[in-house]
C-alpha cells in the first residue's frame, strides 16, 4: 500500500490548512464527454474517461525523466503502462513522445480536456493552459469537495484521520451494518501489530506476477539508449517488471489479494521478514497510483468478497478485511487530501531544523556499504524492485533519516524517486509530517522515532546483524538505539511541549552515558552504519 505508519489511526490528524483558497482547488466541472480527454500518466484507467469511445491524448514526455533521477523500474513502470494503454485504445488514442507537455499539446487545435491532475506544479500548468478544460480530480473514494466539506464541517477542531475515514465509509456504505460499523468497532488497528511468524515463513503464498511482452522489451530498450546517450540517469536495477502495466493485469493482482492473501493481510502487516518482502502485502499501490484501479472499486471488490465468504460460512478476519480497506479509503485518500488541504509551502516545513544531505550511499540504495541488517537487506530490496512495504519505509528508512537530521525536503524527492508508487502527492504529508515530523505535529501528533528493539521485535534482522539493538555505546552499539537517544537529546527543547513525548524525555535524564551517546553518534553522522 501506500505508506500508512505503524498504527496509523487515532492519533494521525491534520492542522487547519490555509485561510485563501487556492486557484488551483476551484470547483472544476465533473465531465466534458465532447472533448478530446488528454490523460496523464497516473490517469490510465477507464474511469477517467466519461464514455467508452471518447477519443483520447497520451503524452510521452521525456523532460519528466530528466529532471530527476528515478528507479529505473519506476521509469520501466510508467513508459509501459502508457503505451499499453495507447495499443489498447488503437486509433481511440494519439500517443505523442515529444520532449515536453507543450510540444504535443501546441499540435491541436480542436478542445482538450483533462481530469485535475495531482500535483501543485502539474495543476498550475493546466489551468494556465489556453483551451484546456480542467475538470475535477479522480480517482480517489472521496471527493475534494467532500472532503473540503467535511473539514469545514470539523470548525477548529484537529482533522483527525481516523474521522475522516469513519465519515467516508458512513458516505460510501463501506463495512456498514445500518448505521454501525460492521462486527461492532471502526478500527481493528490494534490486532495488527503481530511480529513476524515465528517460522519466519509468509503468512500468504506467492503473489501473481505479469509477464513481459514486446511493449516492455520496447521500453527497456529505449530506456538503454537515453542512459547510453547520456540524456537521463537511473539508480536501482532493472526488471523484470512486478507490477502491473494494464487494467487487465492490475484486475488480475486484485482478484490475486482478495482471493489468496487478503485472509492473513492483518495481523502481521507491519512486520518484517528478509526472505518473504512481500509477506500478505497487496502490491496494489502502483496500479492505483497509475490510474489503473479506482481505489472505490477496490474497496467494495474487498467488502464484496468478505460478505460473500462469510454467507458460505468461510468468513474472513474482519480485522484483515477492515485493515485494507482503511488503507485503501483512509490513509490513501486522507494522504491525497492534506496535500492539498496544508496548501503549497508545506513541503518547505522543517521544524526540527534537520539540514542534512540525504547520504551518497543511500542515495545510490548501495545496501552492500551498509552493515547494519535491517538497513542493508531494505535498501537491497528497494534496489532490486523499487519497493518496500509500509513499515520499512517509516521505520527502517524514515526512522533512520529522522535520527539523523536529514533534510525533509530532500529525503521526500529521495522517496519520490526512488519507488515505484511515490508521487509527489504520495510522499511529501507521508515524508513531511508522518515521517520526519517535519511539521512540528500537524499531521501526526509524535515523532515516529524508535530504537533498535523495535526493529528486533517486528522483523528477523538483528538476529544476523553486528550492531546489537540493546547496545548504545561501543562498536556493538546499534545504530537505532544509541540514534533514538541521541535524536531526543538534539531536540529536547524542541519537543518539550510535546505531552506523547514526556515520558521518553524524561528517560534521558536517566542514561548516565548520554554526554558519550550523543558524541558517539555525532561522529558517526550519516556514514553507512
Not at 177 to 199: M, V
Not at 218 to 244: K, M, N, T
Not at 389 to 411: C, K, S
Amino acid at each position: 500500500m501506500q505508506h500508512p505508519g505503524a498504527g496509523a489511526g487515532a492519533d494521525t490528524d491534520a492542522g487547519t490548512g490555509a485561510e485563501e483558497r487556492d486557484p488551483a482547488l476551484a470547483d472544476f466541472p465533473e465531465r466534458s464527454p465532447a472533448t478530446r480527454r488528454w490523460l496523464f500518466a497516473d490517469q490510465l484507467g477507464p474511469h477517467f474517461l466519461d464514455r467508452p469511445d471518447q477519443p483520447v491524448l497520451l503524452v510521452e514526455a521525456k523532460a519528466v525523466f530528466a529532471r530527476r533521477r528515478f528507479h529505473r523500474q519506476k521509469a520501466h513502470l510508467v513508459l509501459s503502462a502508457l503505451r499499453h494503454r495507447a495499443a489498447e485504445l488503437g486509433e481511440q488514442a494519439h500517443l505523442h513522445q515529444v520532449t515536453t507537455y507543450a510540444e504535443a499539446l501546441d499540435r491541436y487545435d480542436e478542445p482538450l480536456s483533462v481530469c485535475a491532475p495531482t500535483t501543485w506544479s502539474s495543476r498550475d500548468f493546466v489551468l494556465a493552459r489556453p483551451g484546456l478544460q480542467v475538470l475535477a480530480a479522480r480517482g480517489f473514494v472521496s471527493t475534494q469537495g467532500e472532503f473540503a466539506g467535511w473539514a469545514e464541517g470539523r470548525g477548529r477542531r484537529r482533522l483527525l484521520m481516523e474521522d475522516f475515514y469513519r465519515d467516508a465509509r458512513r458516505r460510501r456504505d463501506v463495512l456498514m451494518d445500518g448505521a454501525q460499523p460492521l462486527g461492532g468497532q471502526w478500527n481493528y488497528d490494534a490486532e495488527n501489530r503481530e511480529p513476524p511468524p515465528r517460522d519466519g515463513r509468509s503468512p500468504a503464498p506467492e503473489p501473481w506476477w505479469p509477464a513481459e511482452d514486446e511493449i516492455d522489451e520496447q521500453v527497456r530498450a529505449d530506456l538503454d539508449r537515453w542512459e547510453a546517450d547520456g540524456e537521463v540517469s537511473f539508480v536501482g536495477d532493472d526488471g523484470p517488471r512486478l507490477f502491473p502495466a494494464t487494467r487487465e493485469e492490475a484486475l488480475t493482482r486484485l482478484h490475486d489479494f482478495l482471493t489468496a492473501r487478503l485472509g492473513v493481510f492483518g495481523p502481521h502487516e507491519d512486520a518484517m521478514l528478509a526472505g518473504e518482502r512481500w509477506l500478505a502485502h497487496s502490491l496494489l499501490s502502483p496500479a492505483m497510483n497509475l490510474g489503473l484501479l479506482d481505489p472505490l472499486e477496490v474497496v467494495r471488490a474487498a467488502e464484496a468478497t468478505a460478505r460473500a465468504r462469510a454467507a458460505d460460512g468461510d468468513p474472513l478476519p474482519l480485522n484483515s478485511v477492515e485493515g485494507f480497506v482503511r488503507q485503501v479509503m483512509g490513509w490513501r485518500d486522507y494522504i491525497w487530501h492534506t496535500y492539498w488541504h496544508f496548501g503549497r509551502p508545506y513541503r518547505h516545513a522543517n521544524a526540527l531544523r534537520a539540514l542534512e544531505p540525504v547520504p551518497d550511499w543511500m542515495a545510490e540504495l548501495d545496501d552492500s556499504a551498509v552493515d547494519a541488517a535491517c538497513l542493508s537487506g531494505v535498501l537491497g530490496d528497494l534496489r532490486r524492485d523499487g519497493w518496500v512495504h509500509h513499515i520499512p519505509r517509516l521505520m527502517v528508512l524514515g526512522n533512520y533519516a529522522l535520527q539523523r537530521g536529514i533534510d525533509p525536503r530532500e529525503l521526500t524527492d529521495w522517496f519520490h524517486r526512488t519507488f515505484v508508487d511515490g508521487y509527489d502527492w504520495v510522499m511529501v504529508a507521508n515524508i513531511v509530517g508522518m515521517s520526519q515530523h517535519a511539521d512540528g505535529g500537524a499531521l501526526a501528533t509524535k515523532p515516529y522515532a524508535a530504537g533498535g528493539a523495535y526493529i528486533d521485535r517486528m522483523s528477523d534482522y538483528c538476529g544476523r546483524c553486528p550492531y546489537d539493538p540493546r547496545q548504545r555505546l561501543g562498536d556493538a552499539a546499534c545504530p537505532y538505539t544509541a540514534g533514538y537517544w541521541a535524536f531526543l537529546e538534539r531536540n529536547r527543547e524542541r519537543l518539550a511541549g510535546n505531552q506523547r513525548m514526556r515520558r521518553p524525555l524524561q528517560g534521558l535524564d536517566r542514561l548516565r552515558d548520554l554526554p558519550l551517546v550523543v558524541e558517539q553518534e555525532a561522529a558517526r553522522g550519516t556514514s553507512a552504519p
